[in-house]
């Protein structure tokens, strides 16, 4: 596999074509159809290529601040600044990735034409499998969309220097920030790879929907080859809304539900090669069809292993080994991609050369043993790493960025923000002008985005309204140490930043969670927070192993859990 694979990344060309018989012979050049442009953007393909390109032009500038504040930019970074648009693909020993449109050229099979192909053999399971991949290709016109968003990248590297000015000397902050960017890039990465996978419909096609017939030993062949396609399908479907609530534990979880199904596919397979009437023509081309599907599992375990390395080394706040373990976690991304679509043509191709076909009307029996997307993402929660499920230990949050301000004006008040949390980690969130005002007598909005260990958030909240960060979902947080009986952790009192502790006095009222609290001024008696405005009590309690918090107005009557 991994000769395959190096091979797929050192070429310009950016699609793989399998030839899986062992006698194929040699390939000649093919003449393909002219055409001067590739097919035209969709709206979601033309917005996430958008999306790349601002989390680009933020971690460029970023890089230029760090450079300021005296930290030592990986000289990787510089390559990936310099390559210029339409040159060959950078050197991936000691690269990084490539930017937006060289990878959207890697997932998009009609933005290259190949010409001619070369071919190798890859050894493996006593068997010879042969793999042809484009030497030589037309590069078609870009489509139109593409103009719109290299001016919108100029904009965007503009605004992004705009915004960061207040933190140019704030190194943690800079490199907090350039971290959910980094980490934006890779879902997106992901996320325009297996949507491609998505757009075969693999699920509606009848080869996948149907029970198949044909030849009894045929069909126990490629049964199991077809199964392990779909269970891609349904786990890279479920990978791209997963993606957005927790990256690293989505492609564990992936990695995990295609490993079983390997597994699964291997067994049945193997029992399908014993009986008596396989034709020996017939068993090489299924094993050849296993070895795509292996090279699948593997790749899946690569793309893992390569999210988690990169992290770890950007930690360590070592640029190059990060860099280079981020550009093979995008080449892998793409290779899924393409070898996903590879395995569903050859399927296709040997059913039909087979004469096995789907017998409409027959639902396919295998359907209710794969993992649903719903049941994946209870297993996602469950296995880790969501965070209702799961102890975690509730260290200092980072500020990545913090905007305040209309859509049109904005300023940063990430410093000031991180300094209040520093200060006293259980104060609630205002969006205030306290902190700032950059468009007087307008309606604004708080657009917060934090890092708390491995976990990054974002919040957006309205003019007077407030937030607890980290937040804590409703049903609480599993949190490592959380006291069983009830106990009161913290209270607060206040409005803008303007907070006082009332833990003391809670504790004191407050012995269970169904106990009723009349919020009134805390501050004490002839002292006033604010004259004039309405207060907010804020209660962060435990019980049960698990972490609440809840939030009152001056003036009512409540409870911290309803009466059971």
């Known amino acids: 596999m991994l000769s395959m694979r190096m091979t797929f990344i050192a070429t310009t060309v950016l699609f793989v074509t399998l030839g899986l018989s062992v006698a ?25 290529l958008l999306q790349l390109s601002n989390a680009e032009a933020n971690i460029q500038a970023i ?44 997932t998009a099979r009609d933005f290259y034409s190949a010409r001619s192909w070369a071919t190798f053999d890859r050894e493996g399971n006593a068997r010879t499998v042969r793999v042809k991949i484009a030497d030589d290709y037309t590069q078609l016109k870009r489509p139109e969309q593409f103009d719109y968003i290299y001016k919108a990248n100029n904009d965007q590297v503009a605004r992004a220097t705009d915004q960061i000015a207040s933190l140019q000397h704030d190194q943690a902050a800079l490199l907090a920030r350039r971290y959910f960017h980094e980490a934006e890039q890779s879902r997106l990465w992901a996320t ?37 396609l779909r269970a891609v399908d349904v786990m890279t479907a479920f990978g791209i809304d997963a993606l957005k609530v927790n990256q690293a534990a ?18 049945s397979l193997a029992d399908a090669l014993i009986a008596p009437t396989v034709d020996s023509h017939h068993a090489k081309q299924a094993e050849s069809l296993k070895a795509l599907c292996k090279s699948l599992d593997e790749e899946c375990e690569v793309i893992t292993d390569n999210y988690q390395k990169a992290v770890d080394s950007d930690a360590a706040k070592e640029d190059a080994s990060k860099l280079q373990y981020r550009a093979e976690l995008q080449a892998s991304m793409a290779f899924f991609a393409a070898l ?12 039909a050369a087979w004469g096995v076909s789907a017998d409409t009307g027959t639902a396919n029996p295998d359907e209710a043993s794969l993992v649903k997307p719903e049941l994946a993402a209870a297993l996602l929660a469950d296995s880790n790493l969501g965070p209702a499920n799961k102890p975690v230990s509730l260290g200092r949050v980072a500020i990545i960025k913090a905007d305040y301000g209309t859509d049109q004006k904005t300023v940063s008040i990430a410093r000031q923000i991180q300094a209040a949390l520093d200060g006293d ?23 917060l985005q934090y890092r708390i260990g491995d976990t990054t958030q974002i919040v957006e909240i309205q003019e007077d309204e407030i937030c607890l960060v980290p937040l804590i979902p409703k049903d609480g947080l599993l949190v490592a140490g959380a006291s069983v009986p009830f106990k009161v952790v913290a209270a607060r009192y206040g409005l803008d930043d303007r907070w006082i502790d009332a833990t003391t006095v809670i504790r004191a009222e407050v012995t269970g969670p169904s106990q009723a609290i009349q919020v009134r001024n805390f501050a004490g008696e002839g002292i006033d927070l604010h ?34």
């Open 531 to 564: 004259s004039g405005r309405h207060k907010h009590l804020v209660v962060y309690f435990e019980t049960g192993g698990r972490r609440y918090a809840r939030i009152a107005n001056e003036g009512d009557v409540t409870t911290l859990m309803p009466n059971p």
């Open 63 to 106: 890089n230029k601040a760090l450079r300021v504040t005296g930290y030592k930019v990986g000289v990787a970074y510089d390559r990936i600044e310099n390559n210029q648009k339409g040159n060959d693909l950078m050197n991936r020993q000691g690269g990084g990735p490539v930017p937006w449109d060289e990878f959207y050229g890697r």
């Open 425 to 447: 980690p259980f104060m609630p969130v205002e969006a205030a002008n306290c902190w700032a005002d950059p468009a007087p007598s307008q309606k604004k909005k708080l657009s």
């Open 250 to 267: 989505t492609l564990t979880e992936v990695n995990k539900q295609v490993q079983s199904a390997y597994r699964v596919l291997q067994k």
């Open 340 to 351: 996903t679509g590879e395995l569903d043509h050859e399927l296709s191709t040997t059913a």
């Open 24 to 48: 194929a012979p040699p390939s000649s050049p093919a003449t393909q159809p002219e055409s001067n442009s590739a097919g035209p953007l969709t709206e979601r393909q033309r917005n996430l």
């Open 192 to 228: 325009l790879a297996w949507e491609r996978v998505s757009d075969e419909e693999i699920s509606l096609r009848p080869l996948y929907r149907f029970q198949l017939k044909g030849s009894t030993t045929d069909v126990g062949m490629l049964r199991p080859l077809v199964r392990f």
